[in-house]
């Protein structure tokens, strides 16, 4: 049965009947998902439904299209039909404090789930399930100092930022900056968000080759941006992978194929697979029990050789 969302420009799905004045131990869980913009975003949202039916909890699912404003109306339509749960991964990471403050008023519990908010009232979410995105950033910077060791001039640095304001984006950055900055040498010569889309990020890196005639390393937040920089690359007539190296983020099938074709050189794992977790921790939440406040993703690294041993059984 299809619910539309109170003032909300996102889909919303689902069956009724669920909220805590059902009186019974079904469970309901709004869920407000950042949009579509990424096939990470494509496996996070069907690991969610999946689990979701598994696990016999009812979903009401909304699509913000990476805009703020239609989670906080999706919220707000959540706290209005009472649902038992909210969950959601907040598109920014600032902003949330009044909605927030709303579910609670309502005694209704909130999970963020793969991306933080910056409020520093912590008790107006029960826990926090996710990637370490610093990690993340440091394991490309790691990969890089490594790579360049023995490299004696400048290493030209591009980075396509992820959705600004976004945590991924402030996170990867910083720690890959926090790395790379220990040596003068390498030298971040142009930085701008590519929105995580693959459209995007071939647009941008467009117009990074056109000022910069040096490139020598690409450092995209995730796997779409860098998949649409390789258009571009070939399009300039580069070699992505050898004149250009490539890192990138989340290891989806299509970056792990590119990987493993020598496209891309190495990229920092981002599991999307949080909907089993997510359900587990919504069941304790509704029932009063006590979760940590934070849950930690495990992730690993892919170099070329590793991704073509590992890309058969990729599950996203
Ligand atoms: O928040 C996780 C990030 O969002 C993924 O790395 C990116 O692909 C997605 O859009």
Excluded at 24 to 32: A, E, K, N
Excluded at 152 to 159: L, P, S, W, Y
Aim: hydrophobic content about 35%; proline content about 3%; aromatic content about 6%.
């Amino acid at each position: 049965m299809a619910v539309a969302a109170c003032g909300s420009s996102g889909s919303e799905s689902g069956s009724d009947g669920g909220g805590s004045g059902g009186g019974d131990d079904s469970i309901t869980m709004g869920f407000s998902q950042v949009g579509a913009e990424s096939g990470w975003r494509t496996a996070n949202t069907k690991s969610v439904q999946e689990s979701a039916a598994k696990a016999g909890i009812t979903l009401k699912f909304s699509d913000a299209q990476q805009k703020q404003e239609n989670q906080i109306k999706a919220i707000r339509s959540f706290v209005q039909q009472r649902v038992d749960v909210i969950a959601f991964s907040p598109v920014v990471e600032s902003g949330w404090d009044t909605v927030l403050k709303e579910a609670q008023n309502a005694k209704i519990p909130v999970i963020l789930t793969d991306r933080a908010v910056d409020s520093k009232d912590t008790t107006l979410y029960k826990t926090f399930l996710g990637s370490d995105f610093i990690e993340e950033g440091k394991k490309a910077g790691q990969w890089l100092v490594e790579e360049y060791k023995d490299a004696t001039g400048t290493v030209n640095i591009v980075e396509l930022q992820g959705t600004t304001g976004s945590a991924p984006a402030n996170d990867r950055k910083e720690g890959f900056a926090e790395v790379i900055g220990a040596d003068p040498k390498f030298k971040v010569i142009a930085s701008q968000t590519g929105d995580f889309t693959r459209a995007k990020g071939k647009e941008v890196m467009e117009a990074f080759l056109k000022s910069n005639p040096d490139i020598d390393v690409l450092y995209a937040h995730n796997d779409d941006m860098g998949l649409g920089a390789i258009e571009a690359i070939e399009g300039a007539g580069k070699v992505p992978g050898q004149d250009i190296k490539i890192i990138t983020v989340d290891a989806v099938k299509d970056g792990m194929q590119a990987l493993a074709d020598g496209k891309i050189n190495f990229i920092v794992e981002c599991s999307p697979l949080l909907g089993p977790q997510l359900m587990d921790l919504a069941k304790k939440v509704v029932k009063g029990e006590q979760v940590p406040a934070r849950v930690v993703t495990e992730e690993t690294t892919f170099t070329q050789e590793q991704a073509e041993q590992v890309l058969s059984t990729r599950q996203y």
